[in-house]
């Protein structure tokens, strides 16, 4: 039995969707096939991402196209450097691998290779190699009617200034010691092995898929690719209700648009996540076509069924509390509105609690320094004397009135010491003001404190949008976020209501989105 493989160093990324269909084809009539490949700069993003969330596209603008993987997981910033090695087969006896299990398996003959020229490398779960902690590559997967694509994204350079650039990563940073520190994450082989030549790299990989395999490598000329294809924009608008969860697997989407009546006309599934199954998310989305909104999380559960999903750090009970989620913000846009529900977030350690009931135990609510204004003296420091000179002073107010404690949070190390201090003497819950980035980037430090938070996201410049996030963790971000203290007020004033009726199961009646202005 052979093993095909080519080399493609001049792909056009706009030919890459049917280089792919042409492997995935051949591999369908029994045949393995190993491509390299090299595409031109490009944004190639994985099989179920959403681009205005993966990727910066006011930065990519007309400078290069985006194309889109069939194999899910993060999205890629490429250029001429960096070899996508393509593998298609027969799932043959890796059919019933399970799935992390699959993605280890098939990066083993890649580590051999490596090993072959002088690189230790390892890998690190759920789907890198790594030398020293440093990143070397990333592996993708699909494993469908009997076939499977892995794909590993190998550079021998990279320019990680381009990639923080084209990629909307909180996780980057871009000021120069941000810069600095980015590129230590990553090792590009020729840092490594300066002298590495790509042909001695592909024939080592095939060498090694070869013999892991037991197949007898063959060489073939490249494919002759006809049909090009870029991502095309999504014109739809924004989704009525969204919500999100951090996975070990990836941030995982649920975006929702609704009719009249909270019936769900169209969802979609969308993140960073290692599906296997490359039809999964697009099974589920019809699933819950003209499902009421608040009953989400069950119909979650029953398009799920039994079976566990192909996925790599995403269990059906994630997909399922997603659904909750989306129902919770349902619950806040019945209270206040569709469009202020998109701003606020339930975080419950143990998703055992609802958000009446968070809010109904409030007992601190934390602001953040970036909604001060940068000529106030209070910006960097805990506390607010109320000058009326900008929301912050409101929303003091509104915390004070209740006696609640209230705090403003100069930077990261003060947030973990203010939630130590929570929960040191017994906070049931707080009201959490930040950006939904910071949230997301620095949720462990929620996770740890184990504190019920509902969160109000900020407005305005934050530092993510701006590329300050080195600062910002330091303190010292310059440009000025916004807090919506009238949000805070209403959220404040049910959260008194509740508190009240001491009853924290509320029956809030969803509301229309043809009305969902309405009261905001
Ligand atoms: S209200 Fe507080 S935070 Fe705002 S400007 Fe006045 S002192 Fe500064
Ligand atoms: S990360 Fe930046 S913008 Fe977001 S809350 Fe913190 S300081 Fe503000």
């Known amino acids: 039995m052979m093993l095909a493989w080519h080399e493609a160093p001049g792909l056009e990324p706009s030919h890459f969707g049917a280089y792919e269909t042409g492997l995935w084809a051949r ?15 490009c944004a190639l993003i994985g099989a179920f991402e959403d681009p205005h969330r993966a990727l910066r596209l006011s930065y990519i603008g007309d400078r290069f196209p985006v194309v889109r993987r069939r194999t899910g997981g993060g999205s890629l910033s490429l250029d001429a450097n960096t070899l996508i090695v393509a593998l298609a087969l027969p799932v043959g006896h890796y059919a019933d691998l399970a799935p992390a299990l699959l993605m280890s398996t098939l990066c083993a003959p890649f580590l051999a ?81 300066p002298d590495l030549g790509s042909a001695t790299l592909c024939a080592r990989i095939t060498a090694r898929i070869a013999q ?23 014109s739809r608008p924004p989704p009525d209700i969204t919500a999100f969860l951090k996975t070990p697997g990836g941030v995982l989407y649920l975006d929702a648009w609704l009719d009249p009546g909270a019936t769900i006309r169209e969802a979609r599934l969308a993140g960073a996540v290692a599906c296997l199954d490359p039809v999964l998310f697009s099974r589920i989305e019809t699933s819950l076509v003209s499902t009421y909104a608040a009953r989400l999380e069950p119909a979650l559960a029953e398009a799920l069924g039994d079976a566990s999903p192909d996925m790599i750090g995403v269990e059906p009970a994630d997909i399922v509390y997603l659904g909750h989620l989306c129902a919770a913000r349902l619950l806040v846009g019945g209270e206040l509105g569709l469009d202020a529900a998109s701003q606020i977030s339930v975080f419950s350690p143990h998703r055992t609690d609802s958000i009446d009931a968070i809010l109904a135990s409030l007992d601190a609510v934390l602001l953040p320094y970036c909604a001060k204004p940068t000529w106030c003296k209070w910006r960097h420091r805990d506390g607010c004397p109320e000058c009326g000179r900008c929301a912050v002073g409101e929303a003091y107010a509104l915390a004070r009135k209740r006696q609640l404690t209230v705090m403003t949070i100069t930077n990261f190390e003060h947030l973990r010491a203010a939630l130590a201090e929570l929960k040191g003497r017994g906070a049931r819950a707080f009201l959490g003001v930040c950006c939904t980035d910071f949230f997301l980037k620095r949720d462990y430090a929620f996770v740890e404190a184990g504190i019920p938070a509902v969160f109000v996201d900020i407005g305005g410049d934050t530092c993510y949008t701006l590329r300050q996030e080195e600062e910002a963790y330091a303190g010292r971000f310059e440009a000025q976020a916004y807090v919506d203290a009238r949000l805070l007020g209403r959220l404040l004033e049910w959260r008194d209501r509740l508190t009240v009726q001491g009853d924290s199961k509320t029956q809030a009646q969803p509301p229309s989105p043809a009305v969902r202005s309405a009261g905001t």
């Open 27 to 41: 591999a369908s009539s029994g045949e393995t096939v190993v491509g390299f490949a090299r595409l031109s700069r």
């Open 113 to 193: 290779a490596l090993r072959d020229l002088g690189i230790d490398a390892v890998f690190a779960a759920p789907n890198d190699l790594v030398i020293a902690g440093r990143k070397l590559a990333s592996a993708f997967l699909i494993r469908h009617e009997g076939v499977m694509l892995f794909e590993m994204a190998l550079p021998l350079a990279l320019d990680v200034e381009e990639l923080l650039k084209t990629l909307r990563l909180p996780l980057e940073k871009l000021s120069e010691q941000g810069l600095l520190a980015a590129r230590q994450r990553f090792a590009p082989l020729r840092t490594l092995v």
């Open 212 to 234: 892991t395999l037991d197949l007898q490598g063959c060489h073939e000329p490249p494919p002759v690719l006809g049909r090009a294809d870029v991502v095309t924009e999504d």
